[in-house]
């Protein structure tokens, strides 16, 4: 009999991490197909809440939140680039012509249009919505904080633009986002990915999939 499973991972548009953690997974749970069947459902962490809707410069804005030299950040960014391309997800430009600058944004409002798929079209779909955020921002390049991007990059994925703009008006959806937020810091997540299986079994960071394969399968034999 194959085991379900929910997995709620909190994560941020703006996390390298959070993709490379997820493309893992999907590995995992491809291995383990007919084994464990599992719904992913994305919560809200916004790794820069108070940043400005102008954003920032990538590389100044982590120098200043990090203290990290310019070699630290090369080191650490083409380290990033090797575990995202060999999860799949490689980050780099794919537009035409010379890449616009790698920007910082705020992710409130990605989070707000986030679950309004989550609630209106379910997981499958809330899933769909979050890796082509992932794409707008780090292969695009492109200001995910702005209401007409993330409209268009939902529409794109097969939502209605008009409703979705709705969405991201709407005060019930953000105080929802806010309530996420609030429980994930409850729950002492202080970095992003943290991958909540079944409300019980924390798995935290970006992981090899072989780790996630062997934690999936704990939590079954366990019963969590």
């Given amino acids: 009999m194959t085991a379900k499973l929910t997995i709620d991972i909190w994560s ?19 291995e383990l197909h007919g084994e464990i069947d599992a719904e992913v459902r994305w919560m809200p962490f916004e790794l820069n809440p108070n940043i ?35 999860a799949g997800f490689p980050l780099d430009w794919q537009g035409e012509g010379d890449p616009p600058s790698q920007m910082m944004w705020n992710t409130r ?3 707000v249009l986030l679950r309004w798929a989550l609630e ?11 890796l082509a955020l992932f794409k707008a921002h ?27 703009l709705a969405a991201l008006a709407d005060d ?8 996420e937020e609030d429980r994930g810091h ?11 299986v079944n409300d019980r079994l ?11 394969v062997n934690a999936l399968r704990h939590a079954v034999t366990k019963g969590l």
């Fill in 12 to 30: 941020d548009v703006m996390c390298p991490w959070c993709v490379i953690g997820y493309k893992n997974l999907e590995k995992a749970l491809g």
């Fill in 52 to 86: 400005s809707m102008q954003g920032e410069e990538q590389g100044a804005h982590i120098a200043k939140k990090y203290g990290r030299s310019p070699e630290q950040m090369s080191q650490v960014r083409e380290q990033i680039r090797t575990l995202a391309e060999q």
């Fill in 109 to 111: 409002a990605a989070h």
């Fill in 120 to 130: 209106t079209q379910g997981a499958e779909a809330q899933t769909r919505l979050k």
């Fill in 138 to 164: 780090f292969q695009q390049r492109r200001n995910v904080s702005d209401p007409d991007v993330l409209a268009e990059v939902a529409e794109q994925e097969g939502f209605d633009r008009e409703a979705a």
């Fill in 172 to 179: 019930r959806l953000a105080g929802v986002v806010a309530w």
């Fill in 186 to 196: 409850e729950m002492n997540i202080t970095g992003v990915p943290a991958m909540i």
């Fill in 202 to 212: 924390m798995i935290p960071g970006a992981q090899p999939p072989e780790t996630y």
